[in-house]
Structures are given as structure tokens and as C-alpha cells.
């Protein structure tokens, strides 16, 4: 009984991811920002403390997942590295690439930082206390259920939604990505962000 309930509430937390995704992809050109989404965070790197404050002036690209998500983090972390291999040089100095980790009991900031660094200089990965996390994806509206998985040599694995967030230079939420999104559209959101679409 208790595992039912624990995959109907995983469930209920992807879909949700989902159906926040599939509302604001196709809004993404028509629109100056999401009001009710984000805000500052101070969270820590393998190089000490860093707030979003902190890269403003910087278009930043915000993922939540973790470095044992076997498929879904990997794949959007990826195609968001194939845009800006897609971008000139220039354009890339201006990219920040955060990952936020959903699974702060394994994530230690070394492991986020070797596991970012897969995907590209731009990539930094941040951990804090369960607190924190929970404080930041209350602010960006992400959902996430740890669930365990006892046939598995993991114990448990993170289910979560998995939106991108565009954040333009100013530290506002300017554009969300869903994980179904093509390397195109990362490209051309990016983009846009960069200048001030």
C-alpha cells in the first residue's frame, strides 16, 4: 500500500511537471517573463557560494535533476550543450548553464562539479541543505518526489518535472523550455534571452 501511494504521488508530480511544460512552451514567443516563477537563490558550487544574483548579466539556463538520473537529466542537460555549441563564442560568454541538484543527500558540490563538467565549461552544478532546495523549487514550481527503489543497488531515484528555465540577464524568468523541446528550440530561446527578445 505504502509503495502505491508513494507512485501515485511520483506520478501526480510528473504530470504536473508536464502540464506546467505543454501550458508555457508554445507561450514562450508571446510573452516578457513569468512573474510567478523565480527569483534569487544562494546555493553552493565546488568554488563556494553562488547566487543567481551573483551572475546577473548573464543569460542563465536553469536545470533541476540529479547526477543519478539515468535518462530525462542527462538528455536536457544535453541538448541545452549542443545549443551553445550551435552559438559563436561571444554569444556563449554570455550563457550560464545551472544545474540545481533534486538529490542533495548524494550530490556533493565535487560531484555536481565533475558531472556538469561533461557538458561543457558554461555548466556549473549547485547543492545545499534539503531546506534550500526546497525553498528554490517552491520558487520555480518544480515538483520532485524522492521514491525508493529496493531492487535497485540506488535505494531510491528522483522523480521529477523537468522544465528548463531561460533566465535573462535581469535575473527574470524569461522563457520555459520542455524536456520534449528539440535542440532548436534551447538554441533559439537562448538567443532570444541574449538579446533581449
Request: charged share 20%; with cysteine.
Amino acid at each position: 500500500m505504502k509503495n502505491s501511494h508513494l507512485a501515485l504521488a511520483a506520478f501526480a508530480a510528473i504530470a504536473l511537471g508536464l502540464l506546467v511544460g505543454y501550458l508555457f512552451q508554445d507561450k514562450s514567443r508571446e510573452v516578457k517573463g513569468y512573474p510567478g516563477f523565480g527569483g534569487e537563490f544562494s546555493l553552493t558550487s565546488a568554488e563556494g557560494p553562488v547566487a543567481l544574483s551573483d551572475l546577473t548579466g548573464k543569460v542563465v539556463v536553469l536545470y533541476f535533476g540529479f547526477t543519478n538520473c539515468p535518462d530525462v537529466c542527462p538528455i536536457s542537460l544535453g541538448k541545452a550543450s549542443a545549443a551553445l555549441k550551435e552559438m559563436n563564442p561571444e554569444q556563449r560568454t554570455q550563457v550560464k548553464v545551472v544545474l540545481i541538484t533534486l538529490d542533495p543527500e548524494r550530490d556533493t558540490a565535487d560531484i555536481l562539479a565533475d558531472y556538469t563538467a561533461f557538458f561543457g565549461e558554461e555548466f556549473i552544478g549547485l547543492t545545499g541543505t534539503a531546506e534550500q532546495i526546497a525553498d528554490v523549487t517552491n520558487r520555480y514550481k518544480v515538483v520532485y518526489q524522492k521514491v525508493d527503489t529496493p531492487e535497485s543497488s540506488l535505494e531510491y531515484t528522483v522523480d521529477h518535472s523537468s522544465n528548463t528555465f531561460v533566465i535573462s540577464k535581469d535575473g527574470v524568468v524569461r522563457f520555459i523550455v520542455s524536456n520534449g523541446s528539440e535542440t532548436g528550440e534551447y538554441r533559439d530561446r537562448i538567443l532570444d534571452a541574449i538579446n533581449g527578445v
